[in-house]
């Protein structure tokens, strides 16, 4: 029986960026299915007790800088620090991805190039034509950003977040498999070692 791993993230998390590739490359080694989660961070941290970048205490904030530019160097890929868009409202974006879900597109490539956009190429993902480029990029139908303005996306992206809070998951990415939490892309490796060694998952 294949395995699955539930994946909640946001397009405006750069930790989500930085992990989305590896990550992917993960599962497919793995043969392991991935349910793609969008859900909105700001409610998420809300409900389960963080705070807003711009709330954080100055150290903090500091050393988010000096981990993004580890990680930039680690896994190999330009980032830009503080691009010109961000922050934003990510839920059309995010709901972008649940639309083409709903339609069965593979939301893999279509989160990537988003998440690409925000953190590389500078573009302005809370902008309805840039999104639609991307769409016409991908080869997507135009239609789907209307779909993502539905009432049905918005109903499934509460649901990610009901389903992200009754899994324990308080940020993006985090990667559940077996109803064992690994949050954060610096865990990739540790998802990596319970698919190989095929343990039962840890519990608090």
């Known amino acids: 029986m294949s395995r699955s791993i539930d994946y ?5 998390s750069p930790w989500a960026f930085i992990g989305h590739a590896p990550f992917l490359a993960l599962a497919g080694r793995h043969g392991v299915r991935v349910n ?9 941290f809300a409900e389960t007790g963080g705070l807003p970048l711009a709330k954080r205490h100055p150290a903090r904030q500091r050393y988010r800088l000096l981990e993004l530019k580890r990680w930039r160097e680690a896994r190999g890929i330009e980032l830009n620090i503080k691009p010109a868009h961000w922050p934003f409202d990510p839920k059309p974006a995010d709901r972008l991805i649940i639309a083409a879900q709903i339609d069965g597109y593979d939301v893999g490539p279509l989160a ?3 998440m690409s956009g925000v953190w590389q190429r500078e573009e302005n ?7 639609a480029a991307v769409l016409a ?5 135009a239609a789907l950003l209307e779909a993502a303005a539905q009432d049905r996306t918005a109903t499934i992206y509460q649901a990610n977040h009901d389903a992200a809070i009754e899994a324990d998951v308080f ?6 498999l077996d109803g064992e939490v690994f949050w954060g892309q610096d865990r990739i490796e540790l998802l990596d070692g319970a698919l190989t060694s095929g343990r039962a998952p840890f519990t608090p």
């Open 137 to 141: 990029e991908l080869g997507l139908p």
């Open 112 to 114: 990537e190039r988003m």
């Open 171 to 176: 940020g993006s990415p985090a990667y559940v």
């Open 125 to 131: 993902l809370a902008d309805p034509a840039t999104l």
């Open 8 to 12: 909640y993230f946001s397009v405006v």
């Open 36 to 44: 793609f989660l969008p859900v909105q961070l700001g409610d998420l």
